[in-house]
């Protein structure tokens, strides 16, 4: 959708371009991260591991760059190939306009954002389904269960079949909320005086909305703390909405790929689950605590997986 084509799984240079995505990721939410958006005058002239996201950060931009200009070598307006031709023809319905914010600098930063937001979330998401699975083998054999009861192993699994699986919809909602891999949320900043549940704000106050209030309260979930598909289930086994499950935030400014997430979250889970069936390394203790960068992401993993 972004750059009009699939990578190849061996191509060198996507494969580049993930790496240097999770490490760029980390850095910025470690400790050097944290201390250089506290204190960047000073983390500036410090030597550290923060240096490097910027440097990172050049290759991405150079990567998308190398896209663009292969897209401009033949791109034709009236047939727009994916996000980037778009763009381009934004660009220059716009070109009398400065401020419209459609330059080719922004097109860069825009294209990194929705590959940087969409790639590294739902791999993580599955990571952490992954480890829940093998922590509740019990759940695991249920999540089969289901499938091979509606979907049987002869076919993939497609959207349609969401409806009539609720319990491994559940299962999914429930590993959102538990892996909570962004947990603080995008930050905000106050755009004016602002009065927000009886707090004054004033016009410039930074705003973390933090997830992890809403996805652990109390007073919302039953065992908070525990995980539980039963959360997103009624007496009868059918699928219940939650207000408060909110992985992907609210607002205007929800994330814009939610939708595809779902989706895309749905089908690979239902599909790996569909093909094999997995358990934790002999004598390894799993560990569901994981490790902060911008997101919450699982400690690396070691796992077995056999064919059903
Ligand atoms: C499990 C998967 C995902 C989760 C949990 C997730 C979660 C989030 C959250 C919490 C935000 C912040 C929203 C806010 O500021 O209120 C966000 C923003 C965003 N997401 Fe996602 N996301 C996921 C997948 C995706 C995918 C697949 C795409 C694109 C294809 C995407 C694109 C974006 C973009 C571009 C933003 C930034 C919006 C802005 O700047 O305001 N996300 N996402």
Redesign the pocket.
């Known amino acids: 959708m972004v750059f009009g084509h699939r990578f190849d799984y061996s191509d060198q240079d996507f494969q580049m371009l993930l790496k240097l995505l999770s490490e760029t990721i980390q850095l910025d939410g470690s400790i050097w991260g944290q201390l250089y958006e506290a204190f960047p005058t000073v983390m500036r002239f410090l030597p550290g591991p923060h240096n490097e996201i910027f440097r990172q950060y050049k290759e991405l931009c150079a990567f998308v760059r190398g896209e663009l200009e292969k897209h401009k070598e033949d791109w034709d307006p009236s047939v727009p190939r994916d996000y980037i031709d778009s763009f381009l023809a934004e660009i220059e319905h716009n070109k009398h306009d400065p401020e419209a914010g459609f330059d080719e600098v922004n097109l860069i930063m825009c294209t990194l ?2 590959f940087l ?2 790639t590294e ?2 791999s993580t ?1 599955l990571r952490w389904a992954l480890l829940y699975m093998m922590k509740y083998p019990g759940i695991q054999e249920k999540v089969q269960a289901e499938i091979d009861r509606v979907i049987g192993q002869s076919r993939q699994p497609a959207m349609a079949d969401r409806a009539n699986m609720p319990y491994t919809d559940a299962v999914i909602h429930e590993i ?1 909320r538990m892996g909570n ?2 947990p603080m ?2 930050p905000r900043i106050a755009s004016k005086d602002t009065t927000l549940g009886g707090h004054f704000l004033p016009k410039g106050t930074p705003i973390l909305p933090i ?1 992890t209030s809403v996805m652990f309260d109390k007073t919302v979930w039953q065992t908070p703390d525990t995980f539980n598909p039963g959360h997103f289930l009624d007496s009868d086994g059918k699928f219940v909405r939650q207000d408060a499950f909110m ?3 609210a ?1 205007k ?5 939610e939708l ?2 779902k989706m ?2 749905f089908l690979f889970f239902v599909f790996i689950f569909q093909k094999f069936s997995f358990s934790p390394v002999q004598g390894v203790e799993l560990n569901l605590e994981g490790q902060i960068g911008t997101t919450l992401t699982p400690v690396p993993f070691k796992i077995c997986a056999s064919l059903r």
Do not use: H, K, M
């Not at 400014?253 to 790929?257: D, E, K, S």
């Open positions: 954002d929705l937001a969409g979330t739902t998401t959102q891999i962004v949320n995008l997830l992985p992907f935030s607002g400014r929800v994330c814009p790929g595809l997430a895309e979250l």
